[in-house]
């Protein structure tokens, strides 16, 4: 397991009228290249939703509907709040979500690599997940029960890769920063798979149904996105 990385992670939603094709193309040819222009950037993924099927688990699903997730290294956290708000670069990528996005939540996250996934993961199924907790448990035992259950992924057969994403700050509107009652997602949860039936036969198997069942005891909510990622830094 590595030591946690400070990642900036956008929750995006297209505007209405946008299909998803011309919103696929915008984000990727369009607006990816803008934001990779960034001085201070080290790393930039796009992650397009594919479909919202829970796959392979029973669990109540919240109220998110999103088109895509944004994954942003910096350095730095500050360094990411002066790349998206001072400059005329800066102003540039204002304009252009204005343009094109109908809705987008800014989280800052710890991301934990338990299962590290291949180097080129391209082929593989990738599974997007936000958590919530139970209002009743706090966010220090839902940490402490979320290390926990990294173990009882491990031993999940078929699992290609698993990456924990602890929600440490929001932005409910970019660039404000906003208390969890306004975002209350608590974690994000990245899984590979080789593919649908390997996913599916990882939580029938035994030990899917004791991960599973460890999930009931500090999750209230699992909210499943299956993705297509796209590296553009």
């Known amino acids: 397991m590595t030591e946690p990385t400070p990642l900036r992670m956008g929750l995006i939603r297209k505007k209405p009228e946008w299909t998803d094709e011309a919103f696929r193309s915008h984000w990727r040819d369009r607006h990816g290249p803008l934001v990779a222009q960034l001085p201070t950037l080290r790393g930039y993924r796009q992650n397009l939703v594919l479909d919202r099927l829970q796959r392979g688990i029973d669990f109540a699903r919240g109220p998110w509907d999103f088109d895509g997730f944004s994954q942003l290294v910096f350095d730095e956290a500050k360094q990411a709040d002066a790349a998206f708000n001072r400059g005329e670069l800066a102003a540039a990528i204002r304009a252009d979500e204005e343009r094109f996005l109908g809705g987008l939540h800014i989280v800052t996250v710890a991301q934990t690599e338990v299962i590290a996934p291949p180097p080129k993961p391209e082929g593989l199924l990738k599974r997007i997940s936000l958590l919530r907790r139970p209002v009743e448990q706090s966010e220090e035992d839902f940490r402490r029960e979320w290390k926990v259950h990294a173990d009882h992924v ?31 997602i608590d974690g994000i949860v990245e899984l590979w798979f080789e593919n649908p039936g390997t996913l599916d036969a990882a939580f029938a198997s035994p030990q899917g149904q004791v991960t599973m069942a460890h999930a009931l005891t500090f999750l209230a909510e699992i909210t499943a996105f299956v993705v297509e990622e796209h590296r553009v830094v």
């Open 154 to 184: 491990r031993r999940m057969p078929g699992v290609s890769g698993y990456r924990q994403n602890v929600v440490t700050a929001r932005e409910f509107v970019k660039g404000t920063p906003c208390g969890y009652a306004e975002l209350p």
